[in-house]
Antibody
Framework: QVQLQESGPGLVKPSETLSLTCTVSGYSISSGYFWGWIRQPPGKGLEWIGNIYEGGSTNYNPSLKSRVTISIDTSKNQFSLKLSSVTAADTAVYYC??????????WGQGTLVTVSS | QSALTQPASVSGSPGQSITISCTATSSDVGGSNSVSWYQQHPGKAPKLLLYDVSNRPSGVSNRFSGSKSGNTASLTISGLQAEDEADYYCVSYTSSTRTQVFGGGTKLTVL
């Protein structure tokens, strides 16, 4: 049974870079699937951020593309999210996911990241 | 503004059936047959209910079904149960851009 666990700072200052890591257990990240990130501002809906295939090809939400980088580390069985130049609007629960290009079948529990000075 | 429009809320009584609509506001989204639906209980991660319009992952109750007509996809929940009270989100995948877009979400209240 695959499990995903997000980790990273819960507080980030405005204009800095948000960095999160998703550790995958129960499945080798290099064996396939798309690995992605989705976020949810407090009290609001879900927003797709992007995903990466085990081979390294990435797809990003056009509205975030200029600030987002998703990378994969098969040696650690982890993948990561970097979001630069953050503002208060980036405050959200961030979920890491496993799935296909068109849907997410497994989700982490989510981690709240607050952008504040 | 989302490219997928869902009603903000729907309600129904136990045992009844309800339908949540998801209407695409752009042609590329509306032309997609890669629509998925997620259920989210408060404080929990979303759960995949349906993919590719009407396919259920293993373990999802057959009370959940999906369909699509033109630019509108629909999620139907039959035999409504108290545990179905949650937020529901549709997602459309556009193959030409390899991107996903979420609907705004619908809060289901079981009366």
């Amino acid at each position: 049974q695959v499990q995903l666990q997000e980790s990273g700072p819960g507080l980030v200052k405005p204009s800095e870079t948000l960095s999160l890591t998703c550790t995958v257990s129960g499945y080798s990240i290099s064996s396939g699937y798309f690995w992605g990130w989705i976020r949810q501002p407090p009290g609001k809906g879900l927003e797709w951020i992007g995903n990466i295939y085990e081979g390294g090809s990435t797809n990003y939400n056009p509205s975030l593309k200029s600030r987002v980088t998703i990378s994969i580390d098969t040696s650690k069985n982890q993948f990561s999210l970097k979001l630069s130049s953050v503002t208060a609007a980036d405050t959200a629960v961030y979920y890491c996911t496993r799935g296909q290009s068109r849907f997410q079948s497994n989700w982490g529990q989510g981690t709240l990241v607050t952008v504040s000075s | 503004q989302s490219a997928l429009t869902q009603p903000a809320s729907v309600s129904g009584s136990p045992g009844q059936s309800i339908t949540i609509s998801c209407t695409a506001t752009s042609s590329d989204v509306g032309g997609s047959n890669s629509v998925s639906w997620y259920q989210q209980h408060p404080g929990k991660a979303p759960k995949l209910l349906l993919y590719d319009v009407s396919n259920r992952p293993s373990g999802v109750s057959n009370r959940f079904s999906g369909s699509k007509s033109g630019n509108t996809a629909s999620l139907t929940i039959s035999g409504l149960q108290a545990e179905d009270e949650a937020d529901y989100y549709c997602v459309s995948y556009t193959s030409s851009t390899r991107t996903q877009v979420f609907g705004g979400g619908t809060k289901l209240t079981v009366l």
